[in-house]
């Protein structure tokens, strides 16, 4: 809960340690009500500090008994304050050993030791570690662990913790041990420990230096038959970090265990990942496509991590994206390299350039802007966004634009051979990459220190005479909180010209032979101009080829143009692009058509060219299902100076169901061609396929007939996988028909598949017609829960952030239910809530009516009492001018 005055703390007032622990050794006795923990741990005063006083952490523990070099402090020998235990002048060697009480079932954060369905779990990045046992916990403190786990032999038979095992055995009364140790220094945020019924799929795994190695996913009994494809992920990601970076995994066993009350998605903590039960358990039945990738990725992920996270961490809580932003690139490249095709990697793009625009361009442009490398946080956990992460990712992706991915190779072999086993800042990666290259990337350091999305404005002059074609890039970045008058960034363009044949055109740039069709320029200047010479003819600019840099790209495009790249352009990121920018300039007049009551129409030369895609067989299937998603309401209104989210709610509509209706046949044809018969296969092809069709049924189902509705009827009575069966009923609660026999059918069959019920939850909070009054009720319903993020995500999150329409209801009302549920979160679980209350910190920038409703429910959120630093960090910075 929030303390009397929340502190601010600020990157510019790191001081090191003042002491650095060397060993730690933990013995827990594990029971739900009331367990011990015993820490024996060694220090020595830090050379690099000059203070003698020893602060240890802890909150929601209680001290039993502290023992320093061999002799009991009395209470005067120490300071206990609320969230320290301080050693004032304590010698310059010290073993410590400290006897804390905790009360993991009564945990409700999941952060620290927790209870979940009866067994034991930790969370400890980032600062849960200290809610176990009193210590220094901060990531530049690295120790070896060794860990004592003790528990009831019947109720906890599998007892894990970090590294490998030492020894195993059995204790009077029915209880059992288990001693680990790991044998590499670490941070305590890497801790982990899980004392439970489970049972594990293994497999013995030979690396490529000819070790073998044990590797086990764990899950509870009943979920085995879901794991085989974590571990076909595990194994991928093991061989392609050999293949692609020369790493190796280091221990002797990599162990996965899933559990269904999670924060987060999954945590690397070093040889024992926990992982959220949705990015872990598989098979047809019950998990769709999105779903198998999901778990390709975060599984990648986290095993990324043992290197970019684990061998090498971060400093300081501001250094996050150092492990983040990499590790996300690192599982972007994975992913797109288990395609192994052009077209496949383009698709992954697509997606990660969705998630840019939907989710960290928004966040860029509010109230919780912050650098990449942040400069000040009250609570941490609200700085685990899409800026450090996949932004992040885009900064380490500008390297390998830079240096080519070979350059980008030896700036991490260089990185790690510096600093293995250390923690280290942003700046240290970045000195590698430029040391590694003999490259100046002075500038570059911009990209970690200044908040907000650039604009890169372009224009362009052709001569014919001289055959040149001048390209002008400038660039701005607007103000954020806490900064103005930003400085140039160094930002890669990718540029290709085309012809009127459609095709490349050979580039020189100032002369010189590029040896390519794109050439990468480099923008450092507010403003400079860059000329290609031999251009026979007045080219079509693709500009910002494979979306080089997290950018906004204005251009003058016209119609032509952008038909042109739609049609031809070999860059498919741009030839979706110019498809997004066609429906966009549409959307957004259909919008404001809407707003002033005018009549709506959409052009032939639009529809002809949605249609010349769904039909072109020459290209995947899974990048025409991209091509044909239109902007969502959400990026529409981010082109918006004041957002009318009903009338985007109908413009976005209206260009729908026009598609649906001028498209019919081809609609129909493609979902009858893409069908895929035989055994399910999440392979990207088959995936692809899958995908087409089931947007055209959607489509389908915009004004159905009686025809449609049985189409998509029969698809979900007979689709022998999840992905069909749930893209069926989606189309139908979508279609504004009477789908409560379908809904109850789907719950009735996978009631005790909890990932399924929340996808069952999910697609009703997020229908446009469920307004505030349904998803009270069916927060009714039995199945529903606060207490579990997953099902609270499902529902809740589903509604505030993917309906729009709904959530910003004329009468306030969803409002009013934003706020109470914010408040009930936090009590329960204040990481959560204030990534709930995240809904709300654009409200400025919506009508006033709109405006004056939610800034009083941000008021009411405000005043309540007590509040946690996570919720009360956003709503203040939200409410501040």
């Known amino acids: 809960m929030r303390t009397d005055s929340p502190q601010t703390i600020f990157r510019k007032d790191y001081t090191p340690p003042s002491y650095l622990v060397h060993t730690v050794e933990l013995g827990f006795d594990l029971d739900p009500a009331r367990t011990i923990v015993a820490n024996r741990v060694t220090l020595s005063r830090n050379p690099a500090s000059k203070s003698k006083d020893l602060v240890l952490h802890g909150e ?43 009360a993991p079932e009564l945990n409700t954060t999941l952060s620290g030791l927790y209870v979940s369905n009866g067994s034991f779990y930790t969370q400890c990045e980032a600062e849960g570690f200290r809610r176990i046992t009193y210590f220094p916990d901060r990531p530049d403190v690295m120790a070896k662990y060794t860990v004592m786990l003790r528990a009831d032999k019947q109720r906890y038979p599998v007892l894990l913790s970090n590294g490998n095992l030492l020894e195993q055995g059995d204790l009077d009364g029915g209880r059992h041990y288990a001693k680990w140790e790991d044998p590499f ?32 996913v764990w899950v509870e009994e009943g979920n085995l038959d879901k794991t085989d494809y974590a571990m076909q992920s595990l194994k991928n990601s093991i061989r392609w970090d050999e293949e692609r970076f020369g790493l190796e995994l280091d221990l002797d066993r990599f162990m996965i265990v899933a559990v269904g009350d999670f924060n987060m998605g999954a945590m690397e903590n070093k040889g024992l990942n926990i992982f959220n039960t949705k990015f872990v358990l598989a098979n047809p039945r019950v998990a769709t496509d999105i779903d198998y990738a999901g778990i390709e990725a975060v599984v990648g992920h986290e095993y990324f991590h043992n290197w970019t996270g684990n061998r090498v961490t971060c400093r300081d809580w501001f250094q996050l994206s150092l492990k983040e932003g990499l590790t996300v690139f690192r599982d972007q490249e994975f992913s797109a390299d288990m395609i192994g095709t052009a077209s496949g990697r383009a698709v992954t793009r697509i997606d990660q350039v969705r998630t840019l625009r939907q989710a960290q361009f928004p966040e860029d442009a509010g109230p919780m802007a912050h650098p990449v490398r942040p400069d000040s946080f009250v609570e941490i956990n609200n700085f685990y966004t899409v800026t450090v992460y996949e932004k992040g990712a885009e900064v380490v992706r500008m390297y390998q634009t830079l240096l080519g991915r070979e350059g980008f190779r030896k700036g991490m072999d260089l990185y790690f051979q510096r600093h293995d086993e250390q923690a280290v800042q942003c700046d240290d990666f970045r000195a590698a990459m430029a ?52 400085l140039p960034f160094h930002i890669p363009v990718a540029v290709g010209l085309l012809g009127a044949d459609g095709k490349d055109m050979a580039l020189a740039l100032d002369g010189e032979v590029v040896g390519a069709t794109t050439a990468v320029l480099e923008l450092k200047e507010a403003e400079q101009t860059f000329r290609f010479t031999s251009v026979r003819e007045q080219p079509v600019p693709s500009i910002l080829r494979d979306f080089s840099a997290p ?24 030839r ?3 498809g997004q920018r066609l429906a966009m300039a549409r959307l957004l007049k259909l919008t404001a058509a809407v707003a002033q009551g005018a009549t709506l129409a959409l052009d032939d030369t639009f529809i002809a060219a949605q249609r010349a895609v769904l039909v072109d067989e020459t290209l995947d299937a899974a990048f025409r299902e991209l091509a044909l998603v239109l902007p969502s309401e959400t990026i529409i209104a981010e082109q918006m100076e004041v957002v009318d989210p009903h009338a985007i709610h109908a413009a976005r509509q209206f260009m729908r169901r026009t598609i649906a209706r001028e498209l019919a046949p081809e609609l129909l044809a493609q979902y009858q061609a893409n069908q895929t018969p035989g055994p399910y296969s999440p392979d990207a092809q088959s995936a692809g396929k899958r995908g087409l069709k089931n947007l055209a049924l959607a489509y389908l189902l915009i004004d159905p007939g009686s025809a449609e509705l049985k189409l998509a009827q029969r698809q979900f009575e007979q689709a022998t996988n999840m992905t069909d069966r749930a893209a069926a009923l989606s189309a139908l609660i979508h279609s504004g028909e009477d789908v409560r026999a379908s809904l109850q059918s789907f719950y009735d069959d996978f009631a005790g598949e909890a990932l399924v019920v ?47 329409s709904q959530f910003h209801a004329k009468d306030g009302s969803a409002y009013d239910f934003w706020a109470e549920h914010v408040i009930a979160l936090d009590a329960l679980n204040p990481q959560v809530a204030a990534r709930l209350a995240r809904s709300m910190d654009r409200w400025r920038r919506y009508a006033p009516a709109l405006q004056d409703q939610m800034r009083a429910a941000l008021e009411r959120v405000a005043r309540a009492a007590p509040l946690s630093n996570d919720v009360m960090e956003v709503v203040s910075k939200a409410l501040a001018n």
């Open 185 to 216: 220094k670490k941070p305590s945020y890497l801790f982990a420990l899980v004392a439970a019924r489970l049972v594990c799929q293994e497999e013995t795994y030979t690396l490529k230096s000819g070790r073998e190695v044990l590797l086990q």
């Open 758 to 804: 929340d996808k069952w939850f999910a697609m009703q909070g997020a229908a446009p017609n469920t307004d505030v009054a349904a998803v009270r009720k069916l927060m009714q319903h039995p199945a529903f829960t606060l207490k579990n993020p997953n099902r609270a995500r499902s529902l809740l999150f589903s509604f505030c952030n993917a309906n729009p």
């Open 551 to 574: 950018v906004v790209l204005e251009y003058p495009y016209t119609d032509a143009e952008l038909l042109h790249l739609f049609r031809y352009d070999s860059d498919a990121v741009n």
């Open 60 to 102: 929601e523990i209680d001290l039993v008994a502290l023992r320093m070099n061999g002799k009991t402090l009395a209470p005067g020998q120490y300071v206990l304050g609320s969230h320290t235990l301080t050693i004032p002048k304590a010698p310059a060697e010290v073993t410590l050993e400290i006897e804390t009480l905790c």
């Open 435 to 486: 040391d590694a290259n003999g490259r100046d990337l002075a500038q570059f350091e911009r990209w970690y220190s200044q908040a907000g999305t650039p604009v890169v404005t372009a224009s362009t002059r052709y001569d014919a005479a001289a055959q040149t074609y001048d390209i002008t890039l400038s660039q701005r970045c607007p103000d954020t909180p806490g900064q103005t008058g930003k």
């Open 576 to 578: 979706w692009e110019a």
